[in-house]
């Protein structure tokens, strides 16, 4: 904390709000070395200033209690060393800018200097700035012979410094303004000859001679009369001149400095295309500032490379004909990238409006005093260009309300209130290609559209990368565009193809990063690992191995910094990802900057708490752990309350996470952890599986195999085999299916996992009842239901009770198959498996339907469309429409049943379900026929035929054969 000191008054002490320095002798040594600033004060003065001249025997240790007692004071506020001990002494180090005695002598110093340039007004506001720091007296309430004969000193020095100001209002013609402030201080100082001099000229070049010769006969009676002091020379000279009216009383004309009229703009960008709206945005609220009674400012902000600096220079351009006074422009970065000191942009702006440098303040109060005072009745536009914090730009927003400031940044500035605000992003492929066709030719473009669109994409629409690249085409013409976008392809190439001159994409985001602290600068290192293409806050939490919610503050400083952008999603819900350009320059810096063990235990947290989340939502979706094998890989935590709102609905979250969850599966087989890999791909069948996300589902458990095969991992084996069987079922491969069961049913018997022996039974079972092998397919489920029953998973084993319910169902025995039913939808209610308890409800229809109880039979199908519905379970939604058509059919109600089962193939069709597309042509033609249109039930027959045939499902191709019989 900074500490501030005032003794141009009554002492005063500040460490961000008034603080009392108690005790007499504390203040006197405080003050004594405070009136010599960074020199030392000898022990014999500070004894003196402490009891005169009779000092008692302890004064020495009574001095060097108070130095110690203070030293304490401010040691509760700095931990910079304030008093220092000298052989001969004690010396306070205090800034410059901390005492305000050191203010004022600069003031009036400089207010001197600016006098002798002729610049009359520079050097008032100079003297005025100093003169308003005293708050009265010097040290007024210190009782000490030593400091007050200090403090007359420095009264004597304000009084020559006012003097001086007054003299130089006078020079400016401002008699007027001047009057009721002298008459004060001639009451106040009766005594002083000057001030009533000074009064009497204001006086008289107010017209009011009378007045201004009593002033001056008063004053010389009470010198002689009173005091018996005879008046000085220049006393009477003055009586004698306002007297004979001396033509030399008038005041002179001030030559007004000649006004430079800088115009600093760069060049309007020659191939600026798009952001029209923005561009009169900006522009109107630059013009427009008179109205708002200050200075408009409008910051603009956005990564580096978006064009900030492009839009900026032209809107300047477009608005520059409203500031007649000039246009200032200044870089607020060096040639390192490192933020300029506001103090050197001053100095720098000041020098543009005609001050000279021998007379330029050197603090930063100072130089924004004088830069307030320059642009004081001036129409000037001042540009800042890639600002890095409000401290660099806070001094230079101009007071006049004529004037304007436009600022670029990378990140949002906060502190600059009432500022417009204007965000950059990159370009929509549409402005990307018209910036593309203003360099390189319309026609090169349109006659190689798409590799135009690819390479815009490679460049991530940024417009610094695009105008480099259009650039190098324009320079080389015989090359196609093309053979830019193979040179960008090679991630490891591609940021030294974005170099043009003095224009890189690399040195843009690297000024971004250098200046990130260590863990945000970690932590977008390792972001850089990931495939993500976007993800959510929590990532960052294991990545940094730290809290979630402190590592997702460490992730909004790199969106601050423009390094991450947000993704919001349609449902207001908040992703990031980095732009791809960023991605691939912290992937250059990853290698040499994190060691690739540290990368892989970060990677190896994330890839643990994937699983955590996927394992937490499969349970959620399940009602539990249930028909799910995983493995002995422990999990990365979060805390509860996080996992509850990210997960609050499960196959949502699934849904926004599929391709990260993917991306996951490939990462922990590129690293080698087999386990973490089967795991994340067996878990997330529960959305492969709901949403008919066939390929992920194929893709994910290839590289599972792959992984585990590599490994040795017969378990893992046996897992992967078992969970690929349950695609190859949905997709009718059941010669494969039943393959891979019995390789993993071997396994599982051998090592005695009974849970894996009971998910694989209930798999080969549906290949046999398939078939129609029934008796088989019942003993299977019977073990299947025992093993399921033992290690309690009730999912498991209402998944079973539906499907032995099927086999009565498609043998005939509905009666006997409704209490299977029943069993199994209590067990989902229960557990809360939702997605289960659609498929029972629906098989419940079929058993009501079969039995000719066509309400209850709607009811139970309604109730699993519902169930499906709210679960966005497409092909459960399917099976659902295919039940209700099926009732209006048997209803005999043909209008009503034909938009249901058209609803029901067409679902069965998006979602990928042979089976139900298979049952819902079969309703069709049974539909066709009885609306008597042979031909099209023919059509659809022959159609359901031959899905039947190639699933092997012997059963329904019966029932085609039933339906055909009836022609």
């Not at 007045?211 to 009369?225: K, M, S």
């Not at 522009?283 to 910051?299: E, Y």
């Not at 324009?474 to 224009?503: C, F, K, T, Y």
């Not at 998006?910 to 039930?937: I, K, N, T, V």
């Amino acid at each position: 904390m900074i500490l501030e000191f005032r003794v141009l008054g009554p002492l005063e002490v500040f460490a961000g709000t008034k603080v009392n320095i108690e005790g007499r002798r504390r203040q006197i040594v405080l003050v004594m070395l405070l009136l010599e600033p960074g020199r030392v004060v000898t022990t014999g003065r500070l004894v003196e200033a402490l009891y005169g001249e009779e000092p008692p025997k302890t004064a020495d240790a009574q001095v060097q209690i108070c130095i110690s007692q203070l030293r304490g004071w401010f040691g509760k506020y700095t931990d910079a060393e304030i008093i220092v001990t000298h052989s001969a002494g004690y010396l306070i180090r205090v800034p410059e800018d901390c005492l305000d005695l050191t203010r004022f002598r600069r003031h009036v110093t400089r207010g001197r200097e600016v006098a002798r340039s002729q610049d009359l007004e520079g050097a008032v506001s100079e003297f005025r700035a100093g003169l308003a720091l005293w708050r009265g007296e010097a040290l007024e309430g210190i009782n000490s012979r030593r400091v007050q004969a200090a403090a007359t000193r420095h009264n004597e020095e304000r009084f020559v410094a006012l003097q001086e100001c007054i003299d130089l209002e006078l020079r400016l013609q401002r008699h007027h303004e001047l009057l009721g402030e002298l008459k004060e201080l001639v009451a106040v100082h009766p005594l002083r000859e000057e001030l009533h001099m000074q009064l009497a000229l204001a006086l008289y070049r107010a017209d009011r001679q009378v007045e201004a010769l009593e002033v001056l006969r008063n004053v010389q009676y009470t010198l002689v009369e009173e005091h018996g002091l005879s008046p000085g020379e220049e006393l009477r000279q003055l009586e004698q001149a306002i007297l004979s009216q001396d033509p030399a009383l008038a005041a002179a004309p001030v030559a007004e400095p000649a006004k430079i009229v800088p115009h600093q703009l760069p060049a309007a960008p020659s191939n600026f295309v798009g952001r029209d709206e923005v561009i009169a945005d900006v522009r109107d609220h630059l013009v427009n500032s008179q109205q708002l009674h200050r200075a408009a400012v409008v910051m603009v902000t956005g990564p580096g490379g978006v064009g900030k600096t492009a839009l900026a220079v032209h809107a300047a351009h477009k608005a520059r004909e409203a500031f007649p006074d000039g246009q200032l422009y200044a870089h607020l970065r060096d040639a390192d990238g490192h933020p300029v000191p506001a103090e050197q942009v001053l100095e720098r702006l000041l020098r543009s409006l005609g001050v000279a440098p021998s007379v330029l303040p050197s603090g930063i109060v100072e130089l924004g005093t004088m830069y307030r005072s320059v642009m004081a009745n001036r129409r000037v536009l001042v540009v800042l260009d890639d600002a890095a914090s409000a401290r660099q730009i806070l001094p230079l927003v101009p007071a006049e309300p004529r004037c304007a400031l436009l600022v670029t940044s990378r990140r949002s500035v906060i502190g600059l209130h009432g500022a417009h605000h204007v965000d950059l992003d990159v370009f929509d492929e549409a402005t990307s290609l018209e910036l593309l066709s203003q360099v390189i030719g319309q026609g090169r473009v349109m006659t190689q559209h798409a590799a135009a669109r690819r390479l815009a994409e490679a460049c991530g629409h940024l417009p610094l990368g695009l105008g480099i690249v259009a650039a190098k085409l324009s320079m080389r013409q015989h090359w196609q565009i093309d053979q830019m976008v193979r040179r960008l392809a090679d991630e490891r190439r591609r940021l030294d193809e974005l170099i043009l001159g003095d224009a890189s994409v690399r040195a843009t985001i690297s000024i971004s990063c250098q200046e990130l602290d260590p863990p945000a600068a970690r932590l977008v290192l390792l972001l850089g690992a990931l495939d993500e293409v976007d993800f959510g806050g929590w990532i960052a939490g294991p990545l940094l191995d730290m809290d979630p919610y402190a590592a997702t503050d460490i992730l909004e400083t790199l969106v601050e910094e423009r390094l991450v952008d947000l993704v919001v999603r349609d449902d207001q819900q908040v992703r990031y990802r980095l732009h791809d350009l960023t991605r691939t320059y912290v992937r250059e810096l990853l290698a040499r900057e994190i060691p690739a063990q540290e990368q892989e235990e970060a990677l190896h947290r994330l890839l643990r708490c994937w699983l955590h989340l996927a394992s937490r939502a499969h349970r959620q979706a399940y009602g539990g752990d249930y028909t799910i094998l995983h493995s002995d890989t422990e999990p990365w935590t979060l805390p509860e309350e996080l996992v509850e709102s990210l997960i609050a609905d499960p196959i949502e979250w699934f849904q926004i996470e599929l391709t990260n969850l993917v991306s996951s599966v490939h990462q922990a087989a590129r690293l080698g952890l087999h386990e973490l890999c089967w795991d994340l791909a067996v878990t997330s069948v529960t959305l492969f599986e709901t949403r008919s996300y066939r390929q992920a589902w194929r893709e994910t458990h290839e590289v599972a195999w792959g992984a585990v095969r590599r490994a040795g991992d017969k378990r893992g084996e046996a897992v992967v085999r078992y969970s690929l069987s349950g695609l190859e079922l949905v997709e009718q491969r059941l010669a494969e299916a039943q393959q891979n069961l019995e390789s993993a049913r071997a396994w599982f018997e051998a090592s005695g996992d009974v849970h894996g022996r009971g998910l694989v039974l209930r798999h080969l079972a549906f290949i046999e009842r398939t078939k129609g092998q029934y008796t088989v397919a019942q003993e299977w489920y019977e073990q299947a239901l025992e093993d399921l029953r033992s290690v309690g998973d009730p999912v498991g084993e209402a998944h079973v009770l539906r499907n032995i319910a099927q086999i009565h169902l498609e043998s005939g025995r509905a009666e006997e198959a409704e209490p299977y039913l029943r069993e199994s939808l209590a067990i989902c209610v229960r557990t809360g498996s939702s997605r289960i308890e659609a498929q029972v409800r629906f098989r419940l229809g079929e058993a009501l339907l079969t039995r000719g109880r066509l309400e209850a039979a709607e009811e139970s199908f309604d109730a699993a469309l519902h169930t499906a519905t709210s679960m966005n379970d497409s092909i459960g939604e399917a099976f659902a429409l295919l039940g209700i058509g099926r009732v209006r059919l048997a209803q005999g109600d043909l209008a009503g049943a034909r938009p249901l089962l058209g609803d029901a193939l067409m679902a069965a069709c998006l979602g990928g379900s042979q089976q139900c597309e298979g049952q819902s042509l079969l309703a069709l033609a049974e539909l066709a026929l009885a609306r008597d249109e042979p031909e099209m039930a023919t059509v659809r027959l022959e159609r359901a035929e031959a899905i039947f045939t190639d699933s092997e499902a012997k059963v329904w191709r019966a029932r085609v054969d039933e339906l055909r019989s009836k022609f």
